[in-house]
């Protein structure tokens, strides 16, 4: 739910990347990320381990629920930001 907020707000700014958008906001990374699990009500979160440092893919395998599809919006959300970061021509 948090990655999928910060990428909604990425886009609304039109920012392909993390690093851009919080630059575009005089944020760091890990600024924005605790604004969106404070608003979505955690006080504190860690969205995986080593942040800020990229995930390793082993951190994925093994997360509750990386095996389930995601909802259909989702899949609309991911496939609009690879259309915004040139990844997909679609």
Do not use: S
């Given at each position: 739910?948090?990655?999928?907020e ?11 990347t ?13 600024e ?5 699990c ?36 989702y ?16």
């Amino acid at each position: 739910m948090l990655v999928f907020e910060v990428l909604r707000m990425m886009l609304e700014a039109k920012q392909p990347t993390i690093e851009k958008f919080a630059a575009a906001i005089g944020q760091t990374p890990h600024e924005i990320w605790r604004q969106v699990c404070a608003e979505c009500g955690f006080d504190e979160c860690e969205p995986w381990e080593g942040f800020p440092a990229r995930p390793k893919p082993e951190n994925w395998l093994h997360a509750p629920g990386a095996n389930q599809p995601l909802p259909w919006y989702y899949e609309r959300l991911v496939a609009q930001a690879k259309v915004f970061a040139g990844k997909n021509k679609h």
